[in-house]
């Protein structure tokens, strides 16, 4: 039965909660504590990449080393990680071909602004495991999104991207628009030292909205359509049935590129969520976990966007195309490339990594049955969310809406003081190939007895 009477959490014990866990946190991680005191001398906000400061710690964790699905903290804290560095380790920290592969790399160069002896098979494995023939490696998802819009806008002679609100995709300023109530594509009012009005190049609608592509594209300048194939950073929201297969029908009815970035969404199984739902990309986009969490992305394409893509650098004059940087391709990501591709990411990989995934799944709705809190977790292959809503969000604006921030916070320092970590942002669980059973039952063990503290 769901409860509806308010009282969970009971806000008042949830405070009191949080307050003890604060002060446990400080406790018990004095040398964390140390250690952030010593950064706030030398960073910004106390954190080498200011995004550390999200997690809600009162003194930031630091990791001394990390392996497989642990992390040992500055404290000797034995931590099982279901954050998996917000997916950049989605396939274990240092798995051991990639690790070999870097340290007998690191020995014999590191980048020489020139092709690896290791590029013609590193391009074989990525057409073999994404199926599209063409590739460019980057150091960045952020870079491959970056470029791709740029590639498109050349070869289609059009302004403008289309992208769901909602969407994540790296810091692309194109990207970082909201959605008003009334329609309007908005520069995000959060972005710093914005100057030109994003929506002169972007058009912004809903995910799971057909209707509202097909209106945007007929007005003939859209270049592309770029999305994840389910939203993954406002809130897990999947792709409701044929939503897809419909984006892709209207952007071949309408002349505009259809680019899929499967970043996080290769959490669906071998390949990327694209591929295993039969979906036809003219460009796809992997980045973080592709190269085993050492800096590197790609992006890959057809044989016909490849040929236009020659066309349009042919047709400029010679010069800096705005595309590449020069420690992309390095030979260092080459070889972590080819041992992740070969190796790791494998399709008998990933059937472990699903089914210990569906266990975590089955579990926590039953924790949360038992609780009978109108929460509802949402999976996308080895990748869930724990939402505050009893349905699945279908839009941003409703997963938003589910939101709960002290509600989250509490939960995940509650989980972080008993030696489980989940992602800063929301309520994302990564199920690495390193999760076993014991890890599951410990984490819905105390997701159960948090939900017991805060529940009158």
């Known amino acids: 039965m769901i409860r509806t009477d308010g009282h969970c959490p009971d806000r008042a014990r949830l405070a009191a909660l949080h307050a003890a866990e604060l002060t446990r946190y400080v406790e018990t991680h004095p040398r964390s504590v140390a250690l952030a005191a010593e950064d706030a001398r030398h960073y910004l906000f106390g954190v080498p990449m200011h995004w550390m400061r999200d997690w809600p710690t009162p003194a930031t964790l630091h990791v001394e080393r990390a392996f ?11 931590i099982v990680d279901f954050c998996l560095g917000d997916t950049g380790a989605m396939f274990g920290h240092s798995p051991e071909p990639v690790a070999q592969a870097i340290a007998r790399q690191a020995a014999q160069g590191l ?26 490696i980057t150091l960045s998802a952020s870079d491959a999104n970056r470029f791709v819009i740029r590639w498109a806008r050349a070869i289609t002679g059009r302004p403008k991207v289309l992208v769901f609100d909602g969407c994540y995709h790296g810091t692309v300023d194109d990207t970082l628009v909201d959605r008003a109530g009334d ?13 030109h009005d994003l929506a002169l190049g972007t058009v912004v609608v809903p995910f799971n909205d057909a209707a509202a592509v097909r209106a945007a594209l007929a007005q003939g300048d859209v270049a592309c359509v770029l999305t994840e194939p389910a939203l993954t950073n406002c809130g897990l929201v999947p792709a409701r049935p044929g939503f897809l297969e419909d984006v892709q029908r209207a952007c071949a009815e309408h002349g505009c590129l259809l680019v899929l970035d499967e970043t996080h969404t290769i959490s669906s199984g071998w ?4 591929r295993q739902q039969g979906l036809q990309p003219d460009v796809i986009v992997v980045g973080k976990a592709v190269a085993g969490g050492l800096p590197c992305a790609v992006y890959g394409f057809t044989e016909a966007v490849d040929a236009r893509m020659q066309a349009a650098k042919r047709a400029a004059p010679d010069g800096h195309s705005g595309i590449g940087t020069t420690l992309s391709a390095n030979l260092l990501a080459l070889a972590a490339l080819q041992a992740q591709l070969a190796e790791v990411m494998t399709p008998a990989v990933y059937a472990g990594m699903l089914a210990h995934a569906a266990l975590l799944e089955q579990r926590l709705d039953e924790v949360i049955a038992a609780a009978g809190v109108p929460w509802t977790v949402t999976r996308l292959g080895a990748r869930m969310e724990l939402q505050f809503c009893a349905v699945t969000p279908a839009d941003a ?60």
Request: glycine letters at 12%.
């Open 68 to 78: 497989g699905n642990r992390l040992v903290d500055a404290d000797g804290h034995e």
């Open 111 to 136: 980048t020489a602004m020139l092709p690896s002896v290791r590029s013609a098979e590193v391009g074989r494995l990525l057409a073999h495991t994404f199926g599209l023939p063409r590739w460019q």
């Open 183 to 195: 329609g309007r594509t908005l520069t995000r009012a959060s972005l710093l030292g914005q100057v």
């Open 271 to 274: 390949g990327g969520q694209g």
């Open 397 to 456: 604006a409703a997963a938003r809406a589910a939101m709960d921030a002290p509600l989250e916070q509490a939960l995940h320092l509650y989980l972080l003081n008993r030696g489980l970590l989940v992602t800063p942002f929301h309520n994302m669980l990564l199920v690495a190939p390193q999760t076993g059973a014991s890890d599951i039952e410990r984490l819905v063990g105390a997701v159960g007895a948090f939900l017991s503290e805060v529940c009158a």
